[in-house]
């Protein structure tokens, strides 16, 4: 995901360094599926005294071959960069194609926990149509080839996140979904009011509370004792509204903002360079580049601690439909 937001953030480099990036993403999508393969052929019951290990070391096998091809062809991209553009792209192309297609023969493994099967056979799928329909419809572009390996990572990065934290309990799935609605209502829903909305009076009192409106639900259904993971839930939205604003300007509004400069500020590596204004009416006052970056990284540090235990004790995600039975 990190390398996602590198090369969504990097069209306007030259077009050998974007290669090299793009060479490199694939080539990290590409050792992750041979890991893959490789996992399943480390199994005690890998052999060949039954046909049903035979089916999983033939699928073992073509994982870790599919990975190898599309491995060998990102390497091909990285080590001759001056080759043709076209050629090159052309290259990287096939290495997608390929992983995608060993997602999906991931996909069908019978070891694999059902909900992970279908979001890697969905993976692998939509990695192969997203790489043909770039090809049929703007040729082998490097610009628009950046943002789909881009779009890719970004998949297969909350897949892979998903699949590490091994969710078992369907809590935890609820917990998971949360997380990916306040990414998406942070980054694009707040995002594109922010970037064209500010004329609202008392706009930061008004951000704040639009960060937190959906989760007061959670406070109607669960109590008030369910008010850290609200609270945690709206300041992840603050968090990719903050990190992801030019971001998304850039890539889904036209924008043309240098992204370095702006992300530096934003960490607070600008000092006391001002990088917005806090409007609450009749209190506005200057946001300074450390105080920006000091507020993300608390609130980073809050948000990481609530959601684990959350996530370490989903029993207590449990709605209250009803009132508790009289004491007898």
Known sequence: MGFAVVVLASPQISPTGLLLLLA??????????????????????????????WRRRVQSLGIVGVGLVA?????????????????ALAALSLALVSQGFGRVLQGTGVDLPRWLRGSTLGTGV????????????????????????GVILIITGV???VAGLHPTDP?????????????????????WIDLYGKSVPAY????????????GVLIVFEGWQSWPLATSLGLLV??????????????????????????????????????????AGRLTFDVTSWMMGLSIYVRAAVVGLILYYWWQHPGEIVARSAPPPAAT
């Open 24 to 53: 490199e993403a694939v080539g990290l999508i590409s050792a992750q599926t041979i890991l893959a393969g490789g996992r399943l052929l480390t199994r005690d019951d890998a052999g060949f005294h039954l046909p049903r290990s």
């Open 126 to 149: 939509l990695s192969v149509l997203l790489v043909l329909l770039a090809i049929a419809f703007n040729g082998f572009a490097l610009t628009a080839f950046a943002i789909l390996v």
């Open 159 to 161: 897949e892979t996140v």
């Open 171 to 191: 809590r935890q799935f609820v917990l998971l979904k949360l997380v990916l609605f306040s990414a998406f209502y942070g980054l694009i829903l707040i995002n």
């Open 238 to 279: 603050s968090l990719n509204n903050d990190l992801g604003y030019f971001f998304v300007g850039n890539l889904i509004f036209g924008f043309h903002v240098p992204l370095g400069p702006w992300i530096a500020g934003q960490l607070g590596l600008e000092g006391s360079t001002i990088v917005t204004t806090f409007d």
């Open 71 to 87: 491995l060998g062809l990102a390497a091909f991209a990285v080590l001759d960069p001056a080759l043709a553009e076209t050629a």
């Open 204 to 215: 930061g009192v008004w951000l704040i509370l639009t960060y937190m409106a959906p989760f």
